[in-house]
T-cell receptor, first 109, second 113 residues
């Protein structure tokens, strides 16, 4: 079993829909990252969380440390949001990131 | 700010040939990471540097992979000889220090034929 599990693996939605991507982890962490990877492109860091909630534009990230769960929400989704979204956790004491397998999001116009 | 710069963007080589990737991190970032990302999977750490010291290379296949970060700035990752299974995207990332956010480069897509 992977230490970091994302769901769903693939998500297709219509423009304007509210999107939720989930991440569950099984280890103690010091921080959780949400990353965005466009086809053929590099990885962009969206959020780094250790507790609570962060918001940037149409993106919202939440984390529940007790439940070992985080969600990434996109409001008013747009085709340009189409990308792979990756959850990564920094394991306590290990100083390295462990990545989920990613969620491929496609927003149709 | 230029971000993390990697070169080349793409590389196609025959198996058993050597290959090298180069990474220039953000100026002032002490920590540098090399990751390998296979198709449809998340990145896996190969090696982490703090300044010029490799502090975590437990996932680096040392029989064929080597890395260096001279003077604690630029880094190179080398594979010799390459195998078909080495085809992947090799990502470099840097951070100010281990407790800070990461910035990733665009990656080098390696195809071994």
């Amino acid at each position: 079993k992977n230490e970091v599990e994302q769901s769903p693996q693939n998500l297709t939605a219509q423009e304007g829909e509210f999107i939720t991507i989930n991440c569950s982890y099984s280890v103690g962490i010091s921080a959780l990252h949400w990353l965005q990877q466009h086809p053929g492109g590099g990885i962009v860091s969206l959020f780094m969380l250790s507790s609570g909630k962060k918001k940037h534009g149409r993106l919202i990230a939440t984390i529940n440390i007790q439940e070992k769960h985080s969600s990434l929400h996109i409001t008013a989704s747009h085709p340009r949001d189409s990308a792979v979204y990756i959850c990564a956790v920094k394991i306590q004491g290990a100083q390295k990131l462990v990545f989920g397998q990613g969620t491929r999001l496609t927003i149709n116009p | 700010e230029a971000g993390v710069v990697q070169s080349p963007r793409y590389k196609i080589i025959e198996k058993k040939q050597p290959v090298a990737f180069w990474c220039n991190p953000i100026s002032g970032h002490n920590t540098l990471y090399w990751y390998r990302q296979n198709l449809g999977q998340g990145p896996e750490l190969l090696i982490r540097y703090e300044n010029e010291e490799a502090v975590d290379d437990s996932q680096l296949p040392k029989d064929r992979f080597s890395a260096e970060r001279l003077k604690g700035v630029d880094s190179t990752l080398k594979i010799q000889p390459a195998e078909l299974g080495d085809s992947a995207v090799y990502l470099c990332a840097s951070s100010l220090d281990v407790g800070y956010g990461y910035t990733f480069g665009s990656g080098t897509r390696l195809t071994v034929v």
